[in-house]
């Protein structure tokens, strides 16, 4: 087996293992296997991935890798940006508990995983996330993660800090599917809520370097938002 083979099978495990649907899988199975996948995606050295892998990591069977694949068709897998933004069955307008280390394994793995970045050149995760539609994107529910995380709604509001990252890294690089042809989209596509919108910017200010500030406007700028 390949490093890569290895990397898909290890996609499938995790993926299998965060349907919330699935009465056999609790808390602490999702938790389990979010870790376990970080513990094989910070070894040394790297793991490789095929191409194909990266878009069925983030949206599981909605990717294309999956509904083109006959054997992936008949599998459920649960894509890590609706487990980042998986709502709480008992908690209104709050997420899963396990949502917050599901968005934190995205960050790491679309802004650290082989030197990521927000500027210069995207890994592959970041690539295949910024080249998402909107309403993909909003799966991951930025809204909750940045209006709620991290105050009175303890886990259960998510993490802001990971969610204005990726947010940053959304707004300054969006593409069409090509990969390659700037798209950029205005912030209240993301965050309908004015709110939300004010806590990104203030966080924006006091933590984004000057440069990243300057792409996402320059963005918000042409996506007229």
């Known amino acids: 087996m390949t490093n890569a083979d290895r990397s898909s099978v290890e996609i ?5 293992n965060l349907d919330p649907t699935k009465p056999s899988i609790k808390h602490k199975d999702r938790l389990r296997r979010l870790n376990k996948f970080r513990n094989y995606v910070t070894s040394k050295p790297s793991p490789e991935f095929y191409d194909d892998d990266y878009s069925l990591l983030l949206l599981g069977s909605e990717s294309p890798t999956a509904t083109e694949d006959e054997d992936l068709s008949n599998m ?3 894509g890590l940006m609706r487990a980042a933004g998986c709502p709480s069955t008992d908690h209104k307008d709050a997420l899963k508990r396990s949502a917050r280390s599901a968005i934190s394994l995205l960050r790491y793995l679309c802004l650290e995983f082989d030197g990521g970045s927000i500027l210069g050149e995207l890994n592959g995760f970041a690539s295949a996330m910024c080249a998402l539609n909107v309403p993909q994107l909003r799966t991951v529910r930025l809204d909750i993660h940045i209006g709620k995380g991290d105050n009175e709604s303890g886990n259960r509001g998510g993490s802001k ?3 204005c990252h990726l947010l940053s890294l959304i707004l300054a690089r969006h593409t069409d599917t090509d990969y390659e042809t700037p ?3 205005k912030i209240q596509d993301i965050l309908p809520a004015p709110g939300s919108q004010a806590e990104f910017r203030n966080w924006l200010g006091q933590n ?3 440069d990243v500030r300057r792409a996402v406007e320059e963005n918000l700028a042409a996506a007229g938002g």
Do not use: E, G
Not at 12 to 16: H, R
């Open 161 to 163: 800090d990971d969610a």
């Open 12 to 16: 499938k495990v995790l993926l299998k």
């Open 208 to 210: 984004a370097s000057a």
């Open 183 to 185: 798209k950029p989209i």
């Open 76 to 78: 459920t897998l649960y």
